[in-house]
């Protein structure tokens, strides 16, 4: 099983969204799958121009010279894709969203990519209320679950609240969280033996870890401590 990971999140493997996205890889390995992450800040990717010249003029193919050149073949033969990404203004990230666009070349109106392709969200929000995933949440199901396509959302596993995780690893929260890495992981797991990820395991990757009270002044005290580090 091909699994290509598209990680937009500017922290890549120090970040929020990689405390969930780096166990779900992982317990995918450990199933037997071939797994290939790329960041977004690791790639020079621009924007698509709108030209449609991947359609009408070279089909199938991109004018623009740049990484996406290397990314697309390895899109038509994933098995799972998986788009990860920090909630950035209730939506993906904008380096995400173009390589999202950039993909116009394997989507030619008419024609089937002919593989069945399974796609999952990963993404880690600040905010409490876990309605704002809702957008991306979306815009995954606009395009990957409509019935006349060859590709199934297999579901999402999302984090909010992420903020103080990274604080709470340095202490006694590391044990809070262990439940929480553990369904990232396991739901790696079921995606690679079992074809789907259960409800329970994405509700558990979601779950609640303090009291809201609380979780408002983590994140405040974590704000100031950025604020600190980059002045
Ligand atoms: C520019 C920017 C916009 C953001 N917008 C939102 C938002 O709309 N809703 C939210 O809950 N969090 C928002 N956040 C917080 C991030 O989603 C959150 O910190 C996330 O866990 C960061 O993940 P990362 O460490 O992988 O980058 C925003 C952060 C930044 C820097």
Known sequence: MKVLAISGSPHMG???????????????????????????????????????SCWFKNPGKCGQDDDMLMLLPKF?????????????????????KNLMDRQLPLHI?????????????????????????????????ALYARPEGNTEFVGALLRPGA???????????????????????????????????????????SKKFMPEEEYQKAAKAMMEQIKKSIN
């Open 14 to 52: 120090d970040g929020n969204t990689a405390m969930i996205l780096d166990p779900f890889l992982e317990g995918m390995k450990e199933a037997g799958a071939n797994v290939d992450l790329f960041y977004t800040r690791n790639l020079k990717i621009g924007p698509c121009n709108g030209d449609m």
């Open 76 to 96: 038509k033969e994933a098995d799972v894709i998986v788009w990860a990404s920090p909630v950035y203004y209730a939506g993906i990230t904008g380096p995400l």
């Open 109 to 141: 109106l008419g024609e089937s990519s002919g593989k069945k392709q399974k796609v999952v969200l990963v993404s880690s929000c600040g905010f409490w209320d876990i309605s704002m995933f809702d957008p991306l949440v979306a815009q995954m199901k």
């Open 163 to 205: 903020d103080p995780m990274r604080d709470m690893m340095k202490g006694d929260g590391a044990a809070v969280l262990e439940s929480i890495f553990k369904a990232a992981k396991e739901a790696g797991r079921q995606l690679v033996k079992e074809g789907n990820i259960s409800e329970e395991i994405q509700k558990g990757v």
